[in-house]
């Protein structure tokens, strides 16, 4: 069932004990820049160090320990797999991580960190998932998904929750828009929380499928498999996420390549802080759109900072 | 004079409409990793993107704008350039920043920014020194040292200041040193608020001037000229920083060139905040003694965070 306003509270008051309530960070600079008030939402600052922690956390508890003495499984290469690592690790019980064996070493290591057992596979969504499958059935896993699920979403929007209970009368909230787990938590947030505030969902051209869906009004697949540095948004959106999206996001904007670069580029040398580029996508869209946020209030939820240090697309 | 407490809180409210009380954060995974509870006071959040903020600032408005008719100038190639010439901007006073022509074209465009003028010069100390006398003498502006000025050493004081009001009874309060005023100015602070903390200077090897000088009771010069990643510390100590240093800091800790680099990434990494290379200096003696601070409460000046990011020692 769509997450409910008490849903919400709960999924909060069930995970508070495990995450961070991040800070919210301004900037004279970039707010004179972009001629809109900004307020940063940092989630890079978040457990293992993205918002994903929340929806891990709120899946697991919501769970029980008692269901999940089988341990959870996930096929992740990034930020949910370690959400799913800290929580199992947190409540004591076993987790399948199943990477593909291209993921970098650093996100492995950091897996494994956790407690978690690492499976390796090839680096397709079908050997991921049968991997997956095969783990559920031998080891009575429970599958954790990464968006497409109520409890996921219901912890993903608790970081919208945290922004309008600290900043009010947001005109906006942007987020980064890939399975649409934050964008449909956030959407839920503002309509119990701040009916007015308009939460806008920002993608990377080359993985449109968000835009094309909510424009045609039905969910659409990635024409061929899509190549953005914003990696965290590879993903198309699922039926639950797509649902709650239709129905409470108001639009989509896409970003190019060097939109999002230059746009991360800007917070690193202006604010101090690491964001990845997934992150950057909300930021490149107000820029790109100044117009629209012109004397706004605006929250934007920077989703993460996990980055590979040694290969930043900087000049 | 050296500053007194009373001058040390004189230079706080003087400063504080223009600075900001930065965060001070916290890790646990690096307080686990480290074996001490560490509170890192976040001056590369601070104006300007350096603590260098807080003396500029103090030293202009002392000096008070109407002495300052005829404008301000300093040497740098670095934050002390940017601090001037905002502090100059505030008060709406000239400013002539002296820059060797080698200093990065992002540093340049930063003083601009603050609508100082820059006169480029020959990239030596000489050309520097000569280049800033000429201007005190044309225009009659006032030369505004980096660090060898009590307005400016009781300026960068202030942070510490801060720091110990929000942590009561720490241990030891690290910081990077490399002209002095930041260490002289923290252990005054220390001094006067918290006897009981010890203050440790933190220096490359590579340009060890202050632990040479602190050993031998006199002031040393490098031997030639040094070449570290910390280029923050390539300068040596000034009589009245020194003077002050010896009375009231511990000692000076020494690391190499792979620590310093090492630690920075560990804080990029786990903090998702941007340092400088000079910045991360008092972590990597930090965990190159691991022993001295096991268990104690150490505060960490975090100096600044103004890197190139097309040019970062990161593999």
């Given at each position: 069932?769509?997450?409910?306003?008490?849903?919400?509270?709960?999924?909060?008051?069930?995970?508070?004990?495990?995450?961070?309530?991040?800070?919210?960070?301004?900037?004279?600079?970039?707010?004179?820049?972009?001629?809109?008030?900004?307020?940063?939402?940092?989630?890079?600052?978040?457990?293992?160090?993205?918002?994903?922690?929340?929806?891990?956390?709120?899946?697991?508890?919501?769970?029980?320990?008692?269901?999940?003495?089988?341990?959870?499984t996930a096929h992740?290469?990034?930020?949910?797999?370690?959400?799913?690592?800290?929580?199992?690790?947190?409540?004591?019980?076993?987790?399948?991580?199943v990477?593909?064996?291209?993921?970098?070493?650093?996100?492995?290591?950091?897996?494994?960190?956790?407690?978690?057992?690492?499976?390796?596979?090839?680096?397709?969504?079908?050997?991921r998932e049968?991997t997956v499958a095969q783990i559920v059935?031998?080891?009575?896993?429970?599958l954790?998904?990464?968006?497409?699920?109520?409890?996921?979403?219901?912890?993903?929007?608790?970081?919208?929750?945290?922004?309008?209970?600290?900043?009010?009368?947001?005109?906006?909230?942007?987020?980064?828009?890939?399975?649409?787990?934050?964008?449909?938590?956030?959407?839920?947030?503002?309509?119990?929380?701040?009916?007015?505030?308009?939460?806008?969902?920002?993608?990377?051209?080359?993985?449109?499928?968000?835009?094309?869906?909510?424009?045609?009004?039905?969910?659409?697949?990635?024409?061929?498999?899509?190549?953005?540095?914003?990696?965290?948004?590879?993903?198309?959106?699922?039926?639950?996420?797509?649902?709650?999206?239709?129905?409470?996001?108001?639009?989509?904007?896409?970003?190019?390549?060097?939109?999002?670069?230059?746009?991360?580029?800007?917070?690193?040398?202006?604010?101090?802080?690491?964001?990845?580029?997934?992150?950057?996508?909300?930021?490149?869209?107000?820029?790109?759109?100044?117009?629209?946020?012109?004397?706004?209030?605006?929250?934007?939820?920077?989703?993460?900072?996990?980055?590979?240090?040694?290969?930043?697309?900087?000049?």
């Open positions: 069932m769509v997450p409910t306003l008490q849903t919400l509270r709960e999924a909060h008051d069930r995970i508070r004990p495990y995450i961070h309530n991040t800070p919210v960070l301004t900037s004279t600079y970039i707010n004179s820049l972009s001629e809109a008030s900004i307020y940063f939402k940092c989630e890079n600052f978040q457990r293992i160090g993205a918002f994903k922690a929340r929806g891990g956390f709120n899946a697991l508890l919501s769970l029980g320990k008692d269901r999940l003495t089988q341990g959870v992740s290469s990034g930020n949910h797999a370690q959400a799913v690592a800290v929580a199992a690790q947190t409540l004591g019980v076993p987790a399948y991580i990477m593909p064996k291209t993921a970098p070493k650093v996100k492995q290591a950091a897996v494994a960190g956790y407690g978690a057992e690492i499976i390796l596979c090839e680096p397709t969504l079908e050997a049968s059935e031998e080891k009575g896993a429970i954790i998904h990464p968006f497409n699920d109520y409890s996921i979403i219901a912890g993903q929007g608790t970081a919208a929750i945290e922004l309008l209970e600290e900043v009010y009368q947001l005109d906006y909230i942007l987020t980064p828009i890939g399975g649409g787990g934050l964008t449909a938590g956030s959407s839920l947030a503002a309509k119990y929380l701040s009916p007015t505030t308009k939460i806008v969902g920002c993608e990377p051209e080359k993985a449109d499928d968000a835009y094309r869906s909510l424009r045609s009004g039905e969910l659409k697949a990635h024409k061929s498999p899509p190549k953005t540095t914003a990696d965290g948004l590879l993903t198309t959106l699922g039926d639950k996420t797509f649902g709650i999206i239709k129905d409470n996001v108001g639009d989509i904007l896409l970003v190019n390549e060097s939109e999002i670069i230059q746009a991360m580029r800007l917070i690193w040398e202006r604010m101090k802080i690491i964001i990845e580029p997934s992150c950057a996508v909300p930021f490149a869209a107000l820029l790109r759109n100044k117009d629209l946020f012109k004397g706004k209030k605006v929250g934007i939820i920077l989703s993460g900072g996990n980055v590979d240090l040694g290969k930043l697309p900087f000049e």
